[in-house]
C-alpha cells in the first residue's frame, strides 16, 4: 500500500484561545478553528487527532480528508458527551493520504490496533485459542499445538475451544499413522540415529530415511482430512482394519485399532455436538452492555462448528450495532498479524449491515485468496446461525462482566433480546414501570413495578397519590410520579434503572421525557407500552415498534406493565 507524506495541522489558533480567554494549547479555549481545516486535502487517507502531548486521541479514515474532518470538527458543540470531550482535547489533526478508500479502510485498522487511542472503539483479543499447525512446506511435515498464527506457508486448523480437544485429536491419528512428534527440520537437522518412539512402533524414522517423503505426506494428508472434521470416512477404514487383523489372529494390533476407533469415536461425537450445518462460514455475532461489547466469530467447516474467536470492545458508550460490526469485522480480517485472510471462507454471514459493508467486500475480494461473500441471512438455516453467534456473543459478554468482578447473575436472554429489538445501548436488566389509576378523574394514584434480570423485584415497587389537581390529565399526573419517584430515590440507595417503561402512548412517553430531562436523567432508556395494539413507542421515532405476539421480550414488557398496574389499582381500592 502506498501512503504520501504525513502532514501535520493546528486545530487551534492564537486568536482562539484570546477570544475564549484561554491557552489553545490546553484545550481550554474555542474548540476548533474550522478555517485551519482548509489546508486539509480532499483525497482519501487516514487522519489522526493528537491532544496538546502529541498523544493519539482518535484515528478515522475519509474518504475526502478535508470535508471529514470539518464534519467531526463542526460536531463538536453538539451531539454527544464524548464527541465534545474530543473536540475540546483534540490539538492537531495529521493525516495520512493513501490512493484509495480502500486502503484507507486497511490502514484505520491498524492504525487502532497498534496505537489503541482512547476516543476509538477499543478491541482486546481474547485469550489465544489453540490451533493446529502442520508445517506443510517441509518435506516431512512437523504437526503440533500452538496459540499463533503466522504467514509462513503452514496450514493451521482451529481455533478450538480446548487444548484438550486438540491433543486427543493429534494422539489419536499420531498412533494411527506414526506423525513424528520430533521438532527437528528435517532433513536439514536429521539426527544420527532414531529415537525412542521409532522402537516402540510409535514413528516410522523419517529422520534417518527409513521413511520416504512421499509416504510420509499420505499420512500427513490423513492427519488434516481429521482435523478438518473429515473423522467418519477414517473411522470406517480403521474399524475395517480391526476386523481384518481380529480375523488374523492379530489381537495386539487389533487391540490396538480397537482403542484408536474409540478415541475417533470420542472426537466424532463432539463433532456431532458442534454440526450445525451450512458448509464453510464464518458466522459474526454482537453483544453489549454499555461501555463494553463482544464480537465473536463462529467457524464453520463442512458443516461443523470448530471453534470460536472473541473480542473484547471498550469505550462503546455511544457507538450503534453498525459501529460495533464494521470495527470489529476490519480488525479481523484486515489489520496486520490477524492471520485470518489466508483462511477465510466463501461466505461470512453477519447480522445486520453497517456504512462500510460494500467496500469491505471489495477489499478482501481483493486481497483474499478465494471470493468471499459478506451476507445478511434473512431466512432458513443461516438466520438460525446468526443466532447462534449472537447467543454465543452473549454469554462471552456475561463472561468477561463476571471477570471483571460483576456479582450480577447470569442475564436472561429474553434481556438480550428486548435490548435488539428496542435498540438500546444497555441491556435492561433493571427495568421500572410507572401506571396511573384513578376514578373518574378522582382519586388519581400512580403504581410502579419494578423488574430484576426479567423476574419482579418487590423491593422496588412503590406506590404514591397524586398531588397535583390534573384532574383527567394523564399525562401531567405521570410527569409528576415519575418527578416525585427520582427526586425521592435519588437520596437512597435504589440504583438508577437501565430501562423505565410507561403504560400509555406518545403523549405520556413525551411527558415523562420532559421530566427526566428536567431532573437531569435523560441517559435513562425510555419506552411507552401502548394497550390494545401492544405498541411500543421510543423517544425520538415517529413510528412505534411491533414486537411480534409470540416474543418473549414483548411477554416480559407486559408482565412488567401489569405489575405496575396492580400496584396502583390496589392502593387505589
Known sequence: ?????????????????????????????????????????????????????????????????????????????????????????????????????????????????????????????????????????????????TRRVRKDGSRYFGPFVSVGRVRRALEVVKRLHGIRSCRFDLPREAPVRPCLDHHIGRCAAPCVGLQSVQSYREMVEVVMRVLSGDVASLQAEVEEDMRK??????????????????????????????????????????????????????????????????????????????????????????SSGSGLLEELPPEVLLPAAFPDLDLLAAVLGAKAPRRTRLHLPKRGAKVRLVELARLNARHALDDQLRKGGSPRPRTDDVLYELQERLGLKVVPRLITCFDVSHTQGAETVAGVGAFMNGEPRRAGYRHMRIRGDWGNDDYRSMAEAVTRYFRRESEGEEPLPDLVVIDGGKGQLSAVRSALEGLGLDDIALAALAKKEEEVFLPGRKEGVRIPRSARSLHLLQRVRDEAHRVAVRYNR
Do not use: W
Request: hydrophobic share 40%; proline share 3%.
Open 245 to 334: 487383523a481380529s480375523s488374523a489372529m492379530d489381537f495386539e494390533r487389533a487391540a490396538n485399532l480397537r482403542d484408536i476407533v474409540a478415541g475417533l469415536d470420542a472426537i466424532a461425537r463432539e463433532q456431532r455436538v458442534q454440526a450445525v450445518g451450512g458448509g464453510d462460514l464464518d458466522v459474526v455475532g454482537v453483544a453489549r452492555d454499555g461501555p463494553l461489547a463482544v464480537a465473536l466469530r463462529l467457524r464453520i467447516r463442512g458443516g461443523v462448528l470448530l471453534g470460536r474467536e472473541v473480542h473484547t470492545m471498550t469505550g462503546v458508550e455511544e457507538a450503534s450495532e453498525a459501529d460495533l460490526l464494521s470495527r470489529s469485522v476490519a480488525h479481523a480480517y484486515l
Open 1 to 145: 500500500m502506498k501512503s504520501r507524506p504525513k502532514d501535520m495541522h493546528r486545530l487551534h489558533s492564537a486568536a482562539d484561545a484570546g477570544d475564549a480567554g484561554g491557552d489553545a494549547r490546553t484545550g481550554q479555549g474555542t474548540a476548533f478553528d474550522l478555517a485551519h481545516t482548509a489546508a486539509l486535502p480532499v483525497k482519501p487517507g487516514v487522519y489522526l487527532l493528537r491532544d496538546v502531548r502529541g498523544e493519539i486521541l482518535y484515528v478515522g479514515k475519509a474518504k475526502a480528508l478535508r470535508h471529514r474532518v470539518r464534519s467531526y470538527l463542526a460536531r463538536g458543540k453538539g451531539t454527544t458527551i464524548r464527541t465534545r470531550e474530543l473536540s475540546r482535547l483534540a490539538e492537531t489533526v495529521e493525516t495520512l493520504v493513501v490512493d484509495s478508500e480502500a486502503e484507507a479502510l486497511i490502514l484505520e485498522a491498524n492504525l487502532i490496533k497498534e496505537h489503541q487511542p482512547r476516543f476509538n472503539i477499543q478491541l482486546r483479543d481474547d485469550k489465544k485459542y489453540p490451533y493446529v499447525k502442520v508445517t506443510v512446506s517441509e518435506p516431512f511435515p512437523r504437526v503440533y499445538v
